[in-house]
């Protein structure tokens, strides 16, 4: 089992996750409505959320790091594991 830190001390596991871009209308929808049946976690800290991370479990993880910089570290976390 692979952990990747997602901003803040905030860690996910790393198997069977999907970065998404937070920026598009039909993502911060599906965050609303997992915000309204509390299966979303802010990991932001308060600072703007630029990335969705969606569990296999449906539950989604609010980050404010770069959708690029998690996916750089989930890279780097597979190659040194």
Request: overall charge positive; glycine content about 4%.
């Amino acid at each position: 089992m692979a952990f990747i830190n997602v901003g803040y001390g905030n860690i996910v596991n790393t198997e069977k996750i999907s970065v998404i871009n937070y920026e598009a209308a039909p993502i911060k929808r599906m965050v609303q409505t997992a915000k309204d049946a509390g299966l979303a976690i802010d990991a932001t800290c308060g600072k703007k959320t630029k990335a969705v991370i969606v569990m296999e479990n449906h539950m989604i993880v609010l980050s404010s790091l770069l959708p690029d910089t998690i996916t750089n570290r989930l890279n780097n976390s597979y190659v040194t594991s």
